[in-house]
Every structure is written in C-alpha cells, then in structure tokens.
C-alpha cells in the first residue's frame, strides 16, 4: 500500500543561502579628491628647460607690475614637490640672487622668499602629492603668502614705512596659476605615458 506523499516537505528554497566563507564586503566612500599622478618622473631636460625659460621670460618688463604673478618661484615651488631630488633651496636661493640684481632692489629679498617657499614646497611635497593641483594650490597659497610677508616686513623696517598691500594680488595670482603651471609641466610626461601604454 503505498503512501500519500507529505504534504510538510519543505518545497527547496530558491534563495540560496549565504556564504559564509566570504568576508563581509565594506563599502568605502568614494574619494572626491584625486592625486595628481603621472607614471614616470619628469625629464630633466623638461625640469631645468622650464625653469630656464621661465628665468628668461622673467627679466622682461611685464614684472615691474607690483601686482604681477612671480611666475619663476611657481615653476621652482612646483618641481620642489614633484621633482625634490632636483629641484630644492640652493636653485632657488640662486634664482632669487639674479633676479635681485636684475630688479636693482634689496639684495636677498628675492633670494629669500624664492628659500622660504622652496622650503616649504619640499616640507610639504609628499603630503601635496596626495591631493589633485587644486588642492596643492589651496596648500601652497598659505606658503607664497607667509613667505612674502616676511620678505615685506623686513623691507618695511629698512624703508622706514609700509608699502601697501599691492603685492597680496601678486600672491593670490600665483598661487591660482599652479593648476594651469601642473598641466603645461606635466605634459611631456603624459604624453610619453600615452605612447608606451598605446604601444603594449
């Protein structure tokens, strides 16, 4: 006599069941900030060609403008960060030297700011390295400033007055050129990345 099947089996479940073997997955959040990386360093050709070049552009008129960006210390601040190996505080003591006797102003002054942010750039330049050029600007905005201050303030006492806050603009200039600066400097390098990547 053969039995009525049982109506109390369990019908096999279609989820199936968890792995318990697998770690639990964490969720990070994403990064809002990304670094500024590019796979090989720079050339050295392209480090002292651009400070080079910039060096010469310098010695024309356009700087006698009190508001104008002090676009020779941005190229020497920014291969301090990325080049430090290369780039660091006797270059720009020297820069600043020549640009001195090429303003006929107070000697050292130049050559004093150009240490100071030069100084700062290589503190900083692994933390900087982190962050996109956006943020280096914001990070090295503090450095121009500080290190200008300084630099007026001791021209200030020697003059016997205070010059204004004119050179505040040139500051505030420089420091919003470093994106634009990172992506011309970088640009030699992106682009050997891009061939050997299309090559493989």
Not at 46 to 72: I, K
Not at 90 to 100: K, N, P, R, S, Y
Not at 175 to 182: D, V, Y
Request: hydrophobic fraction near 55%; aromatic fraction near 12%.
């Amino acid at each position: 006599m053969s039995s009525a099947p049982n109506s109390t089996a369990r019908r096999p479940s279609s989820v199936s069941p968890i792995n318990r073997s697998e770690p639990p997955r964490v969720v990070r959040p994403r990064r809002t900030v990304e670094p500024e990386r590019v796979a090989r360093p720079a050339h050295t050709f392209v480090v002292w060609g651009s400070v080079l070049l910039v060096w010469l552009a310098s010695l024309l008129p356009w700087r006698l403008w009190e508001q104008a960006p002090d676009v020779l210390i941005l190229v020497i601040a920014f291969w301090c960060v990325h080049e430090p190996r290369r780039m660091g505080m006797v270059t720009a003591f020297i820069f600043g030297l020549l640009m001195d006797v090429h303003d006929a102003g107070v000697l050292g002054g130049n050559a004093l700011f150009y240490t100071l942010v030069a100084y700062g750039a290589i503190v900083l330049h692994r933390r900087l390295q982190r962050f996109d050029l956006w943020s280096q600007a914001m990070h090295m905005l503090p450095i121009f400033f500080g290190a200008r201050v300084v630099v007026v303030l001791i021209k200030a006492w020697i003059a016997g007055r205070w010059t204004g806050w004119d050179w505040a603009v040139g500051v505030a200039i420089t420091a919003a050129m470093w994106p634009l600066a990172g992506w011309v400097l970088h640009l030699p390098s992106r682009g050997a990345d891009d061939v050997e990547s299309a090559s493989v």
